[in-house]
């Protein structure tokens, strides 16, 4: 019996390496079809410090992105009527929400490169009223600009959160 006992013990024992790398190996397979659920890629752009966010669709969704042109001051009814058609000569302007500050006090606003892919951009403050933000300098007219979600895009950049 006692023979029994001890031949029972060494065959656990020689079977437990074996186990821990039949174990290992099926971690290594799961690890390898495990799908990517991230709500977006970040990315650096080459030769740039910036960095590129791509949304999936349903990260775009859950934080309402919206996005809007920027918009020919001297074009625009609201803004001629907010800052005087003489002032928004050479301007352009966006809604208050696109407007990030960054810690140094610089502004920027994040731009649509392509569907759900935004960068950062910089922007030049001339002035804000009611809700819209003239600009002596930043991205052309017509340029799509994110105007609901801009927090989120700024977290995702920065690694706020993690």
Known sequence: MRLHQRLSTLLVIAALPVAALGL?????IADATKEDTSPAKVEAI???KQK???LRPEAAKRIG??????LD??????????????FAAGKTTMPY?????HADGTTYAYTATQPLTFTRVPVTVASIKTG???????????TEIVTVGTAELHGLETGVGK
């Open 65 to 70: 992105l919206k996005t809007e042109p920027i």
């Open 132 to 142: 819209i933000v003239a600009l002596s300098a930043g991205p052309a007219v017509g």
């Open 46 to 48: 080459d030769g740039s």
């Open 24 to 28: 290992a190996a099926c971690t290594g």
């Open 97 to 101: 929400g696109a407007l990030i500050y």
């Open 73 to 86: 001051a001297a074009g625009s009814p609201a803004a001629s009527q907010a800052f005087g058609a003489a």
């Open 52 to 54: 590129r966010i791509t």
